[in-house]
């Protein structure tokens, strides 16, 4: 019945248009771009970029110039279309987060047209469906759920491609060494199939329940933006608590900043996080 009923909330989800999802590309890269990957992993870490970016603010004593410089967040490999007000929210929040987490991201497209979804990604390509997003703040969380699969899908991989853990994006396979299964077991016997140990109040939102994919996204939107709401729904499950620490240990390495929006209630869930509540 649990399945029967994510299924049809996926569809319903999809269908609708009121959901932020994701999508399959054939893992077409080789392994040595993995390794590289995997190395670079290493090395970049949100405090260097902080370092950075501070080094650069005594540089250059102004606001305004400051801005400027946010605005200009690019890397080589990484083509942003998007207009001007979303371009610069995006690269933004780019500049906030490692870059190791997001490295496999080469496009994030725009897309006019009331039927385009609000948010779609792959291990590597974003699209924003701009006609279907009200405002800057929403924009923000579709763009941060998205982040989620990116680094979910192209950020965290596998160290070694030898044993299927029986998990599939689409027709790609995950591998048991997949840092993502230590997140997706919490809740999941399959990307579709709920393992039945986790109730209503062990997910972020009731669209986290739609596949292990969707829950993976909605919790880091909710790490990234607002995680004293995370920690305080955390007081009240072991599950979300073992998805909180999966964020703060495995995913920032004990580097992140607290963030604070709107508190979440206890006791119940909101939809979508991406909606604004
Ligand atoms: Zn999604």
Redo the contacts with the bound molecule.
Sequence with gaps: MKKVLNILLAFVAFTSGV????FTEVQDFTVDFVSQFEEEKVELSASVIKEEFVQKEQEMHSVAQVELEKKKYERDGLTIDLPESFDAIAREVLSSIPESQTRSLTRIIGEHGKDAKRGLASFKSMYIGIDNIETDEEFRRVFI?ELG?ILDLGGLKASSRKIDSGFRDGSNVIYNTDASLDFYTLCWDTEHDLSGQCSDLDFVSEYAQADS??DF?ESYLLFVENNESFVEMAKESEVLQKKYNFFAETVFNGKFENTAKAELPKEDRVWDLTKVY
């Design positions: 959901g932020a999802y994701h759920h699969h994919f969707e996204a």
